[in-house]
């Protein structure tokens, strides 16, 4: 089964330092991998996703991830974080065995940006 | 455009108590979805549905029913609250049902805001 392993609960950072969310997945089939991001009170939204082709993926407000197959990873990377980065970050995982049909989150970590 | 609309914003109930949580998208998306979010353990898929007429179970669908009967609605119903329900819950939408090809992850996950819900 599909399953997605954040492991860092809470990553503190200072602004404009540069950031890496850690997230690894386990399927032995093909796979979509996607980031979302949750601000305090709100739903999720889709930061950006892998479905093929090039491995290293551009998404909104400046943030990218590289998918590394042999390493079964998703790392979500920002050069230089801000302020209102601060929120609760999401990797998710939709494997071929499920018919890509549902989306399996990791538990999530929160990013906190100080001055 | 609302978007994803749940209702109520907040709830407490009793132990044994039924109720629906409500969730209306105007957007004309034929999946969709309920997850609950509990701290440290991420989101967890209820129920989905792939269009009016159709539900299917999620991870963790015990304890909750589901029914689609127009595009636009998605109640989610506690048929007798229990306190392991305690738990913030998202309604989501996508115009593409996942897993209809690849084209089907070009239209993301649309999240309303959330219902938290506490039984005592």
């Known amino acids: 089964a599909q399953s997605v392993t954040q492991l860092d609960s809470q990553v503190p950072v200072f602004e404009e330092a540069p950031v890496e969310l850690r997230c690894n997945y386990s399927?032995?089939?093909?796979?979509?991998l996607f980031w979302y991001v949750q601000y305090p009170n709100q739903g999720l939204q889709l930061l950006l996703k892998?479905?093929?082709?090039?491995?290293l993926v551009k998404g909104i407000n400046g943030f990218e991830a590289e998918f590394n197959k042999s390493q079964t990873s998703f790392h979500l990377r920002k050069p230089s974080v801000h302020i209102s980065d601060t929120a609760e970050y999401f990797c998710?995982?939709?494997?071929?065995?499920?018919?890509?049909?549902?989306?399996?989150f990791g538990k999530g970590t929160m990013l906190l940006v100080s001055p | 455009n609302a978007g994803v609309t749940q209702t109520p914003k907040f709830q407490v109930l009793k132990t044994g108590q039924s109720m629906t949580l409500q969730c209306a998208q105007d957007?004309?998306?034929?999946?969709m979805s309920w997850y609950r979010q509990d701290p440290g353990m991420g989101l967890r898929l209820i129920h989905y549905?792939?269009?009016?007429?159709?539900?299917d179970q999620g991870e963790v669908p015990n304890g909750y029913n589901v029914s689609r009967s127009t595009t636009e609605d998605f109640p989610l119903r506690l048929l007798s609250a229990a306190p392991s329900q305690t738990s913030v819950y998202f309604c989501?939408?996508?115009?593409?049902?996942?897993?209809?090809?690849?084209?089907?992850?070009?239209?993301?996950?649309?999240f309303g805001n959330g219902t938290r819900l506490t039984v005592t």
């Open positions: 998710a995982v939709s494997d071929l065995n499920s018919g890509y049909s549902t989306l399996t």
């Open positions: 957007m004309n998306h034929e999946y």
């Open positions: 399927s032995s089939v093909s796979v979509y």
């Open positions: 549905s792939v269009g009016a007429g159709i539900t």
């Open positions: 892998y479905l093929s082709g090039s491995t």
């Open positions: 989501a939408s996508s115009y593409s049902i996942p897993g209809q090809g690849q084209n089907s992850y070009n239209s993301p996950l649309h």
